[in-house]
């Protein structure tokens, strides 16, 4: 599988999901900066890592959506290459319209650093298919802007389409985010964009792996 | 021409900062504060001399990064 990570200015997270692509995969992935025009040729997976990148300025995801290399991301992106938008990510993907709706501040209007339960609702997928249908994962949140919010219409279409990837178990809601939602996927299943950080659950020293099986799904689909 | 966009989370979207603030009104003795929302405010110089140019254009702005449509409503002010 050949991958690439953006990078942008405050990506905190780019070198945490290289390492557990580089896990999954056996190679590395190349790193795109922002700058850049163009991502390399024959891509299998563009991924959106998670930071707080132009410092959050306006809005998250605000800038960076309007990158250079965001032309290129959305280009390839409506052509059905694969990309994974993680927490900042997902914002970002939110912000180029290529996800709908938006990722608004937590409802508690705090930082919320911590392990989360989320439901795999979306399995069978180039991104899930290492999990089982209705799967509880455990997999840690980090941040201050995951409040997904949609309009009731697009909301009730995400469910009727099975857009919904994952689900925080009843209760353990960090954010507000509207009907539990913390990732969803496009009509093609061809992009997912969550909140939580796959990443940080992915080897042992982790203390936990629940986050590994969607890199080696995407391994497995795509080489 | 300077213009002023104001934006604002559309009715019916939920804002948490709005909602803090008049709590807080409310514990500082304000007893009589309703809803309360918050908003950001942008002021911009544009070299521009045809009010109707300067509002296209500041639409434009506004659709293309300085709201999000799909939580924010704009509203833009000339003088």
Redesign the interface.
């Known amino acids: 599988m050949k991958a690439a990570v953006v990078v942008f200015p405050a990506s905190n997270c780019d070198r945490d999901v290289h390492d557990a692509l580089k896990r999954s995969n056996g190679t590395p992935p190349a790193m795109v900066w922002h700058q850049d025009a163009s991502l390399p040729e024959g891509l299998d997976l563009i991924v959106l890592p998670g930071g707080f990148s132009y410092g959050d300025y306006l809005r998250c995801g605000a800038m960076a959506a309007q990158s250079p290399i965001m032309r290129d991301v959305i280009d390839r992106a409506n052509k059905g290459t694969p990309v994974l938008g993680i927490c900042n990510g997902f914002q970002i993907l939110c912000e180029t319209k290529l996800l709908p709706g938006a990722l608004m501040r937590n409802a508690s209007l705090k930082f919320v650093s911590r392990d989360v339960n989320m439901t795999v609702e979306g399995a069978n997928t180039m991104f899930t298919a290492g999990y089982k249908p209705g799967q509880v994962i455990n997999i840690p949140v980090a941040h201050g802007d995951g409040n997904y919010f949609a309009d009731n219409e697009t909301l009730d279409r995400l469910e009727g389409e099975g857009q919904v990837a994952f689900r925080y178990v009843e209760g353990s809601n960090p954010n507000g985010a509207a009907r539990n939602i913390a990732g969803i996927f496009n009509e093609r299943r061809t992009i997912l964009g969550l909140m939580p950080h796959p990443e940080r659950h992915s080897e042992p020293l982790h203390g936990n792996t629940d986050g590994k099986a969607i890199f080696d799904s995407l391994v497995k689909a795509l080489s | 021409m300077k213009a002023r966009v104001t934006v604002m989370l559309k009715s019916g979207?939920?804002d948490?900062?709005g909602k803090?603030i008049g709590q807080s009104l409310n514990r500082l003795g304000f007893a009589n504060v309703g809803d309360v929302r918050q908003g950001k405010v942008i002021e911009i110089e544009l070299d521009e001399t045809d009010q109707s140019r300067a509002r296209a254009k500041l639409s434009e702005m506004c659709e293309?990064?300085?709201a999000?449509t799909?939580?924010e409503n704009y509203a833009i002010e000339l003088r």
Request: hydrophobic share 65%; aromatic share 0%.
């Open positions: 979207v939920l948490p900062q803090a293309k990064l300085l999000n799909v939580i």
